[in-house]
């Protein structure tokens, strides 16, 4: 019996292959607050597969401060896991690129090269929790400069942003591509936080999804959004880009 079969006791309906790519993971073990372990990469990684997503996108934490990661860091890892999903998920496919955290250091990696996937060199990038970071909409331009389309991750979980879709509205319009946490849609940080989500993709503000799996317990509310059907709605009305990309 399958993954998906064992935790819901029927397979369900929809799955993620309309999606085909996850933008956003933290699958790369040892390299900041993600999997621990290639083990445990290639349990959740299989689950991954199963449950419809074709090719999956490495986006490990490069930070000034708490995750100092570079292309040398990440790509020894980045290909040591390759190998051993080749040999044992035939039919996934794995692209490396970083989560980039908008911060002191960020101007650095844009001199040295940024680590982007995908067609149109795809940059993956974050803001601060607590505030953004002041010159957030220049380093963005800059990314956009370099010929390079940059992707602001989880615009639904920046509280200062929770009653401003201005920012948002903005940075849409300026061909910033906001991709939503499929966690949020499945309530794992809250029901303020889904209710967020499910606001800004019901206005056309979201262009794409990503898993941001760090462990299990990610893996495990991701799958379970399978069984609700305010999430299964979306995935069936095609609400994201996903798999235009790669
Ligand atoms: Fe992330």
């Given at each position: 019996?399958?993954?998906?079969?064992?935790?819901?006791?029927?397979?369900?309906?929809?799955?993620?292959s309309?999606?085909?790519?996850?933008?956003?993971?933290?699958?790369?073990?040892g390299?900041?607050?993600?999997?621990?372990?290639?083990?445990?990469?290639?349990?959740?990684?299989?689950?991954?597969?199963?449950?419809?997503?074709?090719?999956?996108?490495?986006?490990?934490?490069?930070?000034?401060?708490?995750?100092?990661?570079?292309?040398?860091?990440?790509?020894?890892?980045?290909?040591?896991?390759?190998?051993?999903?080749?040999?044992?998920?035939?039919?996934l496919?794995?692209?490396?690129?970083?989560?980039?955290?908008?911060?002191?250091?960020?101007e650095?990696?844009?001199?040295?090269?940024?680590?982007?996937?995908?067609?149109?060199?795809?940059?993956?990038?974050?803001?601060?929790?607590?505030?953004?970071?002041?010159?957030?909409?220049?380093?963005?331009?800059?990314i956009?400069?370099?010929?390079?389309?940059?992707?602001?991750?989880?615009?639904?979980?920046?509280?200062?942003?929770?009653?401003?879709?201005?920012?948002?509205?903005?940075?849409?319009?300026?061909?910033?591509?906001?991709?939503?946490?499929?966690?949020?849609?499945?309530?794992?940080?809250?029901?303020?936080?889904?209710?967020?989500?499910?606001?800004?993709?019901?206005?056309?503000?979201?262009?794409?999804?990503?898993?941001?799996?760090h462990?299990a317990?990610?893996?495990?509310?991701?799958?379970?959004?399978?069984?609700?059907?305010?999430?299964?709605?979306?995935?069936?009305?095609?609400?994201?880009?996903?798999?235009?990309?790669?």
């Amino acid at each position: 019996m399958s993954f998906l079969n064992n935790i819901f006791g029927t397979k369900p309906k929809t799955d993620f292959s309309v999606l085909q790519t996850d933008v956003h993971s933290h699958f790369l073990p040892g390299l900041d607050d993600g999997c621990k372990t290639f083990e445990e990469s290639i349990r959740l990684l299989k689950s991954m597969h199963e449950a419809g997503f074709r090719n999956i996108v490495c986006t490990p934490h490069i930070q000034a401060v708490h995750y100092q990661n570079s292309r040398e860091t990440i790509m020894p890892v980045f290909e040591q896991l390759q190998l051993l999903v080749e040999k044992e998920i035939p039919g996934l496919s794995l692209s490396v690129a970083a989560e980039y955290l908008l911060d002191d250091g960020f101007e650095k990696h844009l001199e040295n090269g940024l680590m982007t996937f995908g067609k149109e060199n795809y940059v993956l990038t974050e803001l601060s929790y607590f505030t953004p970071y002041p010159r957030y909409r220049n380093l963005l331009q800059q990314i956009q400069m370099k010929g390079f389309k940059p992707i602001l991750a989880h615009p639904e979980r920046y509280g200062y942003w929770a009653k401003h879709d201005e920012p948002i509205e903005e940075l849409h319009g300026a061909g910033i591509l906001l991709q939503v946490n499929i966690p949020s849609l499945t309530d794992y940080y809250g029901s303020t936080i889904r209710k967020r989500a499910f606001g800004l993709v019901e206005k056309g503000l979201v262009s794409l999804a990503g898993s941001d799996i760090h462990n299990a317990n990610y893996l495990n509310s991701v799958l379970g959004g399978l069984q609700q059907r305010s999430l299964s709605k979306i995935l069936e009305q095609n609400r994201f880009a996903n798999c235009e990309l790669m």
